[in-house]
């Protein structure tokens, strides 16, 4: 028997509710993919939602509608998954990283402001930064913010962990300070629609332009062509967009699942409170929470402090059966990011993280007795290790 790190739970209403939609006339661009966009608009408390076949073209499209262009900067943090940065690339646009906290593990506020004030001087400001919420923690979100207006730049806040969080009383992708959120819906986060993805924001020209772009730039809106037409089966191409839609049943599948997020997110937090009171006192940091931030839980990552045990602890637990994994390679160390050959500097405390770090199995379905099972391994670990 195996335990994974995440996994999804499905129940008979999810089921029902993608079932219902194969019965009907409409497997896409029917009325229950705006339901849904309303449903998660509602519940972050954006104005728009814009939901897309995944959080990767949501990046994607959020960055074209802010304007990104090649020769553009976008600076995100090196502790994410690949997408955050490479939706910089699809744009043509460059990309840099700022060092994490060494607490959170999110982007360093220190750290950004003072590549921001380098980058003024040597006229290399960014045009977007992509604060990633890691494991479902907001990041300084005030901070980063008063740091945008200062130096002119965009906010995509990358919430592909976060859906459920909150930051300062206000649940994350209220977009009360950034411009873009994105959530990802795929199977380990804390809600799925198979594959998938959501862009909100509270501003009518940017949600205008990537409902736009996910549909291959093509409008049906007189207002917005060039050459209006009485004909209802006249429709202009006005940008090079994509298809980036999301179906029916994966919308369906969404709009059941948002139905139990907040149990999901109650879940997670019960069984990362009882890994935080039971793995005290080993020789391992156990995620830190700031005060003004309510966490998703994505994920429960500790970081072994001798960095030549974390391997061993991570081929023990893997062994009997314990899927752990690692969050994240930092992605300025990927071979493609090296081949860029960009000059990646400071970004230490990512990389010591990196070495230390160690994902446990945190899902809705994990049992007290799996639970259990992991604890007592890495206590007997850190035992047979003294
Ligand atoms: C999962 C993830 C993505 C990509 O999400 P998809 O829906 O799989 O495209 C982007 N950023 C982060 C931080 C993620 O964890």
């Not at 411009?179 to 909100?200: Q, R």
């Not at 990362?272 to 006192?281: G, H, P, S, T």
């Not at 402090?305 to 930092?330: C, F, W």
Request: net charge negative; with cysteine.
């Amino acid at each position: 028997m195996t335990i994974p790190y995440g996994k999804q739970n499905i129940n008979e209403a999810d089921i029902e509710s993608v079932i219902s939609v194969l019965r009907s006339d409409w497997l896409t661009c029917g009325e229950i993919v705006p339901k849904f966009e309303q449903a998660i608009a509602n519940y972050v408390g954006s104005e728009y939602a814009v939901a897309v076949n995944s959080a990767t073209s949501a990046l994607h499209i959020a960055c074209l509608s802010l304007g990104l262009k090649p020769g553009d900067w976008v600076w995100t943090s090196p502790n994410t998954f690949v997408a955050s940065a490479n939706c910089a690339l699809y744009c043509g646009a460059k990309v840099d990283f700022v060092d994490v906290d060494p607490k959170t593990y999110n982007m360093s506020i220190e750290a950004l402001s003072l590549k921001l004030s380098q980058a003024e001087v040597t006229g290399t400001l960014p045009k977007i930064v992509i604060p990633v919420h890691f494991a479902g923690q907001s990041c300084d979100m005030q901070e980063i913010h008063l740091l945008a207006k200062k130096y002119g730049f965009y906010v995509i806040e990358d919430a592909s962990h976060a859906i459920g969080g909150s930051y300062k009383n206000n649940k994350i992708g209220g977009c009360q300070y950034s411009d873009i959120a994105i959530f990802s819906f795929h199977p380990v986060k804390i809600i799925t629609t198979g594959e998938g993805g959501v862009a909100v924001t509270n501003n009518k020209l940017f949600a205008n332009k990537m409902q736009n772009l996910r549909s291959h730039g093509i409008t049906r809106n007189r207002d917005e062509m060039i050459n209006p037409c009485e004909f209802s089966w006249y429709y202009e191409q006005i940008n090079l967009g994509f298809n980036y839609r999301m179906t029916e049943m994966q919308a369906a599948l969404g709009l059941s699942q948002l139905n139990r997020l907040d149990e999901f997110v109650m879940r997670r937090h019960v069984l990362a409170k009882e890994y935080d009171d039971r793995l005290q006192n080993l020789p391992m940091i156990l995620p830190w929470q700031k005060e003004d931030t309510y966490s998703s839980f994505h994920l429960y990552v500790v970081q072994v402090e001798e960095p030549s045990q974390r391997n061993i602890l991570y081929k023990n637990l893997t062994d009997a059966g314990i899927l752990v994994n690692l969050h994240y390679i930092p992605v300025h160390l990927q071979p493609y990011y090296k081949n860029l050959s960009y000059n990646f500097t400071n970004l230490r405390n990512s990389e010591e993280y990196f070495v230390r770090a160690i994902t446990l199995p945190l899902f809705f379905d994990l049992k007290k007795f799996e639970q259990e099972q992991i604890i007592e391994l890495i206590k007997t670990f850190f035992k047979g290790q003294i």
